[in-house]
């Protein structure tokens, strides 16, 4: 390949330039798979309770995540609280669909607005709802 450029600063402000383009195109990819992934996960503020149902000293909830394009089930998931009672579920402005462990004792006013991490999750047809809400049967007799 051979250079055309008339000067040497010429040529340095080129290579700057492309460099810049180079990065700009990087940092597009990027802002596109990070959309992608965007809506493909559910948003965890951003959520309706579609139904609810006390089993014991457990809860069963359909929860619709509206911004999530790639959940399946009409965007819905259907999970298990255990030793949840449904008055602590208005509280809650932010439900994480996804597995983080063990709950501790909430101690902030900020942990009692989160909903704990699931026992369970199934899918959000009537058959995960009946599934659902029989394991959530099952372990209130271990309790």
Known sequence: MTCRCQSPAEH???AVDNASYAARQREQVVERRIAELDARTPNPDQFTVEDVEQVGCNLVL???????????????????YL???????????????????????ARTLQEL?????????????AEGWADALEYAKRKDGVR
Not at 63 to 74: K, L, M, W
Not at 113 to 125: G, Y
């Open 12 to 14: 340095a402000q080129r």
């Open 62 to 80: 359909r929860v619709r995540y509206p911004g999530c394009a790639g959940c399946d089930f009409d965007r819905c998931k259907v999970m298990v």
């Open 83 to 105: 030793g949840v009672e449904l008055k602590k579920v208005i509280r809650w402005r932010r439900i994480d669909p996804h597995f983080k462990g063990p709950p501790g004792p």
């Open 113 to 125: 607005r989160e909903a704990p991490s699931p026992a369970a999750r199934f899918p959000a047809s």
